[in-house]
């Protein structure tokens, strides 16, 4: 019996994508909804010319359906880290802000100055990070604004609240024991990093 009102899902499927280095194409990385936008984030990988370092990223984010545009901070450029838990493992949190940032097909953002030797790379976690679009000091001074956040409070005429859904971890017990910690809706994508060897000429 669960200790809180999430369940688990037993014998689930592990699921993931693939991220083919050597590949120069836009490579799909995430996807999700917030605001009723559905977006995705896609990747070029770019290696040196023996095609054994890595040297930068460069991200787009695409909406598709939707009222508001989201966007990519500029500080995602500083989110890539080495993962302490999973030996080759890169994760990267996305910076995601609505009516801000940088989306679409001709803008993105780079991060570069990289050097991961390609062989020694295996699983890429994507993670994103959203940021409330009318920060404020007083929750009930966001019912003044021109948009609603929809995603940091719920209204229901003239009561307004916090919602809680965007906690980075949330336990989920079962019998007392932590058994998943949960990071809101939609929120992380797991990768495996696919090298295409070289051809010889």
């Given at each position: 019996?669960?200790?809180?009102?999430?369940?688990?899902?037993?014998?689930s499927v592990p699921v993931h994508t693939n991220i083919v280095l050597g590949?120069?194409?836009?490579?799909?990385i995430y996807a999700s909804q917030l605001y009723n936008t559905f977006f995705?984030?896609?990747?070029?990988?770019?290696?040196?010319?023996?095609?054994?370092?890595?040297?930068?990223?460069?991200?787009?984010?695409?909406?598709?359906?939707?009222?508001?545009?989201?966007?990519?901070?500029?500080?995602?450029?500083?989110?890539?880290?080495?993962?302490?838990?999973?030996?080759?493992?890169?994760?990267?949190?996305?910076?995601?802000?609505?009516?801000?940032?940088?989306?679409?097909?001709?803008?993105?953002?780079?991060?570069?100055?990289?050097?991961?030797?390609?062989?020694?790379?295996?699983?890429?976690?994507?993670?994103?990070?959203?940021?409330?679009?009318?920060?404020?000091?007083?929750?009930?001074?966001?019912?003044?604004?021109?948009?609603?956040?929809?995603?940091?409070?719920?209204?229901?005429?003239?009561?307004?609240?916090?919602?809680?859904?965007?906690?980075?971890?949330?336990?989920?017990?079962?019998?007392?024991?932590?058994?998943?910690?949960?990071?809101?809706?939609?929120?992380?994508?797991?990768?495996?990093?696919?090298?295409?060897?070289?051809?010889?000429?």
């Amino acid at each position: 019996m669960s200790d809180s009102n999430a369940i688990v899902i037993q014998n689930s499927v592990p699921v993931h994508t693939n991220i083919v280095l050597g590949n120069q194409n836009f490579q799909f990385i995430y996807a999700s909804q917030l605001y009723n936008t559905f977006f995705i984030v896609c990747a070029r990988f770019l290696l040196d010319s023996n095609e054994e370092i890595l040297q930068s990223i460069e991200i787009k984010l695409l909406n598709y359906k939707g009222l508001l545009n989201l966007g990519l901070l500029q500080s995602t450029k500083d989110n890539l880290k080495r993962d302490t838990k999973i030996i080759g493992g890169l994760n990267l949190t996305l910076d995601i802000q609505a009516m801000s940032g940088v989306h679409g097909h001709h803008n993105s953002i780079i991060i570069d100055n990289l050097n991961y030797p390609v062989d020694s790379l295996t699983d890429f976690m994507v993670t994103r990070k959203i940021h409330q679009f009318a920060p404020t000091t007083n929750i009930a001074n966001h019912l003044n604004d021109m948009v609603f956040d929809e995603e940091f409070f719920q209204r229901d005429g003239t009561v307004i609240h916090q919602k809680d859904n965007h906690l980075d971890d949330i336990p989920v017990k079962e019998n007392g024991k932590i058994v998943v910690l949960t990071h809101g809706k939609c929120k992380d994508t797991r990768a495996k990093f696919i090298v295409i060897p070289k051809q010889s000429s």
